[in-house]
């Protein structure tokens, strides 16, 4: 069995290529463009722990092949597929910021031809190369939902109308012109699977947060961890700013709940996909990747509780929200699909202690680098 692993090189795509050399005795091709590294330095920030260049990280792992290519190039991507002939293609590459995307049209129209491109390009040429079989996994987002008053479902919802009902694929509303492409890819794989019979899991990812998987550690080999205020997390920037020694900022009251999800459980709920293939042979599967919904100040508050650990003097301060949005929602999302290990060990505290050890031993690149992550309200 030969894997195509897409965006090899990031935040979520390293440690999974680890895990899939470690259980798997098949080949693997990881694919990577390098723009990942490209956009976080345009933005004048790096990578708060040091990560070697891609052709020195695969090298260096038994069962891993890296190629260097553009999944938005039509050609590249038909020579891809012809060449290896994959049974699993594993799509984890994306322009995968919303606040990147929103900066002007010039960047919101790359972010939706880059990654719609990418994605219409695999499916399309695994069609034409008679690979219809072909497992096809995408990391999508639960962005894509939006945040709607009711518990949203995991797939498909029912609806009804002048007495007649049937299930529907629950209406995208995302937030971004990023969170955009990832409704059309999910469009888009539903189209191609109805047309092609090809089965396909949409693994909608909430927001990961952790440093270290059993592999990186085992290969000391870190993922990268962006903390900027284009590319970070508001996990990543939160801890950033406590290591800093700045206030956490809290926009509003905070009690607005984000979904959340281990680095840990991301990896393996994709890995385990990988190894037993897909629930639907022929059509499309959900995924709800999500731990559990948090709320910003509780997470503010647990960053600021494990800080003291390190002698960190962090504190919550709230200030005027900018953002038009609700800052009492109450996120609910059905997860039964979920194939993490949902792993108690691993939740909300010892996420961010895990976070926090890692930035300490490099807070001087925090440092050098903290007009990236502070708001304007804090320079003033």
């Known amino acids: 069995m030969t894997v195509l692993l897409t965006g090899a090189d990031g935040y979520v795509g390293w440690p999974t290529a680890l895990r899939l050399a470690e259980r798997l005795d098949d080949r693997i091709v990881c694919v990577d463009n390098g723009y990942r590294r490209e956009w976080v330095a345009e933005s004048g920030s790096v990578s708060a722990v040091p990560i070697d260049s891609p052709e020195e990280r ?15 190039d039509r050609d590249f991507v038909e020579q891809l597929i012809d060449i290896y002939e994959p049974d699993t293609v594993l799509h984890a590459a994306a322009q995968p910021s919303a606040v990147y995307a929103g900066i002007n049209g010039e960047r919101a129209l790359f972010t939706q031809q880059n990654n719609v ?13 008679g690979l219809d079989d072909t497992h096809f996994i995408e990391t999508t987002t639960t962005g894509v939902y939006g945040a709607p008053e009711f518990p949203i479902p995991e797939g498909e919802a029912p609806m009804e109308n002048g007495g007649e009902s049937d299930e529907v694929p629950f209406p995208a509303m995302g937030g971004s012109w ?39 550690r085992a ?34 009251k905070g009690e607005q709940r984000k979904p959340m999800v281990t680095l840990e459980d991301t990896v393996e709920s994709l890995v385990s996909l990988v190894e037993d293939g897909p629930e639907d042979e022929t059509g499309v599967t959900v995924y709800n990747q999500v731990n559990r919904p948090v709320a910003i ?14 002698d960190l003097d962090a504190e919550v301060k709230h200030y005027e929200n900018p953002r038009e949005e609700d800052e009492e929602h109450k996120m609910e999302m059905d997860n039964e699909n979920f194939r993490g290990l949902v792993d108690d060990e691993m939740g909300l ?12 031993e490099h807070d001087d690149r925090i440092a050098a680098h903290e007009d990236r992550f502070l708001p304007g309200v804090l320079s003033d």
């Open 117 to 129: 491109s990418m994605t219409l390009n695999l499916l399309h040429c695994l069609h034409e190369a």
């Open 219 to 252: 290969h000391d080999a870190p993922t990268r961890f962006d903390f900027d205020y284009y590319f970070g997390t508001v996990v990543n920037r939160f801890c950033a700013q406590a290591v800093a020694g700045y206030p956490i900022t809290v926009y509003g």
């Open 178 to 216: 990023y969170h955009q492409t990832k409704a059309f890819d999910a469009g888009n794989m539903r189209l191609a699977s109805s047309e092609w019979d090809m089965p396909i899991s949409d693994v909608r990812t909430a927001i990961v947060f952790g440093t270290e998987t059993e592999e990186t």
């Open 297 to 310: 100040v509780e997470l503010a508050e647990t960053i600021a509780e494990v800080g003291a650990e390190f």
């Open 58 to 72: 695969f090298e260096d792992v038994d069962g891993l092949s890296y190629v260097e290519g553009d999944l938005a």
């Open 349 to 360: 505290e010892a996420g961010v202690r895990q976070v926090l050890a890692t930035l300490v």
